[in-house]
């Protein structure tokens, strides 16, 4: 990216940390939770966490739509994949590895169903087009951010009369995730840094109950290191001054409204379920997306016989707890021995973005370190 | 219309910072190089091109920047502009209050900061 050096200024970057270290109570604990995934990583890639005092804690939620995968979505796929040999199954490449109760898409891709991984729902539409004699399922997953591509997708498709095309739908939405983790009883929180793309798309007001009505600053921020310093700095200001509000720390790209075409492009395709299985959260009521009626022929749980697989997390795998914020990565069990990239037991260590791989990859030298400060 | 295309820049995409295109809510910002009914010809800034779904930001002209994601573009972005004159960002200049014109969460009229990068 080409603006990428002005947002990893050392300079401005000890500004801002001396900023935050000055508006800091003595005494006062800290717990700021980043509900994105893409933010999770950023703070370990680029040891964010070594310029904020250690008052400051940062705190990894629920933002990895990988990570938040019930097991038995896995298998449903595979399923449909391995009992219609007619079918192509595409996905994103994030998917391939995580394990379902009958293994992953690249063990069921072995067994000689056709999985490919696509960049975008959109090539899953020309493969389909490409391929007539062929029925092609987009396993559709991710926030916000995600959605208005499959929504897209789903609209082309109908004006363009493509038949053989259908989505498997496991979008999520963010605002019911943060409702359950604020309801989770283990855990007390100062503030939400606030997902930066998903808000492109949601805009700003959907947070407004969060400063409103559980008095919690929440922010708004990019995925640079220096927009997640300001954000820090604007959310310690809040606190500082005795506010609770809603600010855009991402200006540059998110406003207020979101982006309007997109969110009505979302309603048009796609409708709330009822619940949907988040992994280590449990059920949340209206947190998922599904194909709406409208848009019925291309749902792919219309179209082909999925059964609904229920399967329950490995035991030794803490990923709810981590995902809550209740545990850190490397307080699970099997952190970094049994669970690791190359062999993931749950979903956190699967994608880069979820808590545990990015801690894997990014977070052990930042962790000697603490070790090594506190033997001092 | 056209269904997405040659994927140069899409394959880059997912190795931004060795993230994942969905959890990392990952996007990256291309500039339009041409327009074609719903799609456009985007470019990065390395020279990769891509064939971008602009149909959620329309209309948008040559030469405009965009938030792209999964091939589809979610935003036009316009204060780019600031950096693009070449100057770096500037800290705690830009909190502004309702009263002076911010953005107003209309809920109650307490003024709503931003951010200044």
């Not at chain 1, 400051?56 to 939620?61: C, K, N, Q, T």
């Not at chain 1, 991984?117 to 899953?124: G, I, K, M, N, R």
């Amino acid at each position: 990216m080409k603006y990428v050096d002005e947002f990893r200024d050392p300079e401005l970057a000890r500004h801002l940390s001396r900023r935050i270290a000055e508006r800091v109570e003595p005494g006062r604990h800290y717990k700021v939770m980043e509900v994105c995934g893409g933010h999770t990583h950023a703070i370990y890639r680029y040891g964010v966490q070594d310029y904020l005092p250690e008052s400051i804690e940062l705190v990894h939620g629920p933002g990895c739509p990988v990570c938040v995968i019930p097991m038995g979505r896995i298998d449903d796929a595979t399923v449909i994949a391995e009992a219609n040999p007619d079918v192509i199954l595409t996905c994103f490449g994030d998917l391939m590895r995580v394990p379902g109760g009958r293994g992953s898409f690249l063990d069921s891709r072995a067994r000689g169903a056709d999985i490919r991984v696509v960049y975008s729902p959109l090539d899953a539409l020309r493969i389909a087009v490409d391929n007539p004699e062929r029925q092609v399922v987009f396993y559709a997953i991710g926030f916000e951010t995600t959605a208005p591509s499959t929504a897209l997708t789903l609209q082309r498709a109908k004006v363009d009369g493509v038949t053989n095309f259908s989505v498997f739908c496991n979008h999520v939405t963010i605002i019911p995730a943060i409702k359950a983790i604020l309801d989770s009883p283990d855990l007390r929180l100062d503030a939400f840094l606030g997902p930066g793309h998903v808000s492109t798309v949601i805009g700003n007001r959907p947070y407004e109950w969060i400063a409103h009505d559980e008095g919690m600053p929440i922010v708004v921020a990019g995925f640079e290191p220096l927009d997640l310093l300001e954000s820090i700095a604007m959310v310690i200001d809040q606190l500082a001054d005795g506010r609770a509000e809603v600010e855009n720390q991402y200006a540059r790209v998110v406003r207020d409204e979101g982006n309007p075409v997109a969110l009505a492009a979302i309603a048009d395709t796609m409708s709330l379920r009822p619940w949907f299985e988040w992994r280590g959260l449990g059920s949340i009521n209206h947190s998922a997306l599904q194909v709406s009626e409208r848009y019925g022929e291309f749902d792919a749980e219309l179209r082909f016989n999925v059964p609904g697989v229920r399967v329950a997390d490995p035991k030794a795998c803490q990923c709810g707890e981590v995902l809550k914020g209740v545990l850190k990565p490397w307080e699970c069990k099997v952190f970094g021995t049994a669970c690791t990239p190359e062999t993931p037991i749950g979903t956190c260590m699967v994608s880069s973005e979820g808590a545990c791989a990015a801690y894997y990859n990014f977070g052990k030298a930042a962790r000697q370190r603490v070790e090594l400060k506190v033997k001092a | 219309m056209g269904y997405g295309g040659a994927a140069p820049v899409a394959e880059r995409m997912s190795e931004v910072g060795e993230s994942c295109i969905t959890c990392g809510d990952v996007a990256v910002v291309l500039q339009v190089v041409s327009v074609d009914g719903g799609d456009a010809v985007c470019r990065a800034d390395d020279g990769g091109t891509e064939r971008v779904a602009v149909d959620l930001v329309a209309p948008v002209r040559e030469g405009d920047r965009v938030l792209v994601h999964a091939k589809v573009a979610l935003e036009k972005l316009e204060r780019l502009e600031r950096l693009e004159s070449g100057a770096a960002p500037v800290l705690g200049r830009e909190r502004r209050s309702a009263s002076a014109g911010a953005a107003n969460n209309g809920a109650g009229g307490e003024w709503r900061g931003r951010g200044t990068l």
